[in-house]
């Protein structure tokens, strides 16, 4: 099965949404949805969520699944808003309540925020697979990034979210709380395993010095050659030594606060307090 791949890239974020479907199906799913955020403002738009569903409803499609690769901390999800616009059920690998208990802690949200992953209709395992109409999709836990990352596998297509960038950018970082580069080394060797021929659709890219384009889609044959990070055969030690000292370097992504509190929700904002306005924490010196 080679499946029909939408992209939306959204340059704010360089992040980049999906609608996949099987060829000349009608049935879709919408992974890494983007919800705009003015941080100054503190105000949402959703230019980029109905770029999305313009192009479902002039396809005549229907939206079974609205999924996540991880809890993203550069963006927020537009899950909710899509569902209401297109339905479908949304799923997140079931190590989210691990995200959620971390990140519970870091902004005190109390007894009243569920750490259980209620917020979602689905937790995906390890192995689990579900279908897109007629088209079956099978779920890898790829941890590393965040301890809830997933890579959804649609026919010879593979979505690894932010686990692997395009071969001439490398790899996610691994400093988050919950991060591993020791794990993420593991889960692309997963990723890696799969036939050579496998698409592999990127959830961000940052065009690589010396390229004039954003690009979004590689194979797996290309990574195990081409990676910057981790080609070649790159051993274990290498990579670790590697990636640790690169994320040492690095600042924290603009709309992590926000983004987390967003999407540990399944993309719901935080409940409003007694005034009825609802509000991001920010915890100072807590990241």
């Given amino acids: 099965m080679t499946p029909d791949v939408?992209?939306?890239f959204d340059e704010a974020t360089n992040t980049v949404s999906y609608v996949v479907r099987a060829p000349e199906g009608r049935t879709c799913a919408i992974i890494d949805s983007v919800l705009d955020y003015d941080q100054a403002a503190g105000r949402t738009d959703t230019t980029s969520a109905d770029k999305i569903i313009d192009w479902v409803q002039a396809e005549g499609l229907t939206c079974a699944w609205i999924l996540?690769?991880?809890v993203h901390a550069d963006h927020l999800s537009a899950a909710p808003y899509l569902q209401e616009r297109l339905g479908g059920k949304i799923g997140i690998g079931s190590h989210i309540t691990v995200v959620q208990n971390t990140f519970g802690k870091v902004f005190n949200e109390g007894t009243a925020f569920q750490r259980d992953g209620s917020q979602f209709d689905a937790l995906f395992e390890d192995g689990d697979s579900f279908h897109i109409g007629q088209m079956r999709a099978d779920v890898m836990h790829t941890p590393g990034h965040?301890?809830?990352?997933?890579t959804y596998v649609i026919g010879d297509a593979a979505f690894v979210g932010d686990t692997l960038f395009m071969p001439d950018f490398g790899t996610a970082r691994c400093d988050f709380p919950g991060g591993s580069a020791e794990d993420l080394y593991a889960s692309?060797?997963?990723?890696?395993?799969?036939?050579d021929e496998t698409r592999i659709f990127v959830g961000h890219d940052y065009k690589a010095p010396g390229r004039?384009?954003?690009?979004?889609e590689t194979t797996v044959g290309e990574q195990k050659a081409l990676n910057v990070h981790i080609g070649e055969g790159r051993p274990l030690?290498?990579?670790v030594s590697m990636r640790q000292a690169r994320d040492a370097k690095l600042?924290?992504?603009r709309l992590i606060l926000p983004s987390l509190q967003t999407n540990m929700r399944a993309g719901h904002m935080p409940e409003p307090e007694d005034n009825g306005q609802r509000y991001f924490k920010v915890p100072i010196n807590g990241l």
Wanted: hydrophobic share 45%; glycine share 4%.
């Fill in 6 to 8: 939408k992209a939306f």
């Fill in 146 to 150: 965040t301890p809830a990352c997933l």
């Fill in 68 to 70: 996540e690769s991880h």
């Fill in 188 to 195: 692309i060797q997963k990723i890696l395993s799969l036939p």
């Fill in 237 to 239: 030690e290498e990579f």
């Fill in 212 to 216: 004039d384009e954003f690009a979004w």
């Fill in 251 to 253: 600042g924290m992504p």
